[in-house]
């Protein structure tokens, strides 16, 4: 399970810091931002600790025939 979650988190981030170098240096209009990166990073881990801490125990929460709610 902490395989998915460390994929859920490092995709993104990485895909981030890909759109932001492709920004700065393949286009003459947009310019690449450190704040950008930062902002989407703080983004990714903040959707995940509420993930995790909120979903995961209403996902295991089941109810007496064995069937999630």
Known sequence: M???WIGACL??????????????YCTTY???DWMDFVANTTGVV?????A????IPFIKRKDSRGKAL
């Open 52 to 55: 995790y801490f909120g979903l």
């Open 2 to 4: 902490w395989h998915a």
């Open 30 to 32: 947009r310019g690449g």
């Open 11 to 24: 995709c993104p981030i990485l895909f981030s810091g890909c759109v932001e170098l492709l920004q700065e």
């Open 46 to 50: 903040l959707a995940s600790l509420i």
